[in-house]
Structure formats: C-alpha cells, structure tokens
Nanobody, 124 residues
Framework: QAQVLVSGGGLVQAGGSLRLSCEASGSMYSIDAMGWYRQAPGKQRELVAAIASDGSTNYSDSVKGRFTISRDNAKNTVYLQMNSLKPEDTAVYYC??????????????????WGQGTQVTVSS
C-alpha cells in the first residue's frame, strides 16, 4: 500500500527555521510530484509549495522567498525548508504525493496520497 511518511515540525521562535520531510514508503514507489499543504485552526487547508516531476516549483505568495521545496530522488524524499518563520505559519502541515511504480513492467501512478500531519508552531 502506498504511503508517505512525514517528519519534522515542532516548536520554534519567530524568525527561526524548520525542515519537513516527506518520504515515499516502500522501495517500489517513487515520488512523481508532491505538494505541501497546511491547515491552521478554523481555516481551510491551503497549498503552500509544490514540486513537479521535472523539479519545477511553485509557492503561495505567503511563503514565497521564505520556504523552499526540494527533492532527493535517490532517497524518495521531498523537503520543505522553512526559514524566517512567522506566527502565522503555525499550522498542521501535510504532504500529498503522486507516486509512480512499476507493475508488470508498466509505469503506473497512484495519485493524491496524503501523509500524516505534523504540527508546526511558531511563537512570537
């Protein structure tokens, strides 16, 4: 069963940094594309950063210039480096991945696999 595992998160002071990781579980899967989302209390889940299979990235305006999404294909992992954190970045962060795998020598995809959330709290 396809899974993605999230690690990182925690409590940091404003201006600090954290790095989140999202790893595809199981050697048969590789990450094709992935997005990092967050959901603050009382708010809708929003996309903050995404990376495509070709490595192209996009960011929400609220994190542009502060967050960096990157991937290590050898480790089947996508990272979200968060710098200059602000209290308004406090939220539960999730990753959602499109995973590729080979079945009977045919490349197939499992889309929209969510990882478990991780809490990021930024104190002022």
């Amino acid at each position: 069963q396809a899974q993605v595992l999230v690690s990182g998160g925690g409590l940091v002071q404003a201006g600090g940094s954290l790095r989140l990781s999202c790893e595809a579980s199981g050697s048969m899967y590789s990450i094709d594309a992935m997005g990092w989302y967050r959901q603050a209390p009382g708010k809708q889940r929003e996309l903050v950063a995404a990376i495509a299979s070709d490595g192209s990235t996009n960011y929400s305006d609220s994190v542009k210039g502060r967050f960096t999404i990157s991937r290590d294909n050898a480790k089947n992992t996508v990272y979200l480096q968060m710098n200059s954190l602000k209290p308004e970045d406090t939220a539960v962060y999730y990753c959602k991945a499109d995973l590729a795998y080979s079945s009977d020598y045919i490349l197939q995809y499992e889309y929209g696999v969510w990882g478990q959330g991780t809490q990021v709290t930024v104190s002022s």
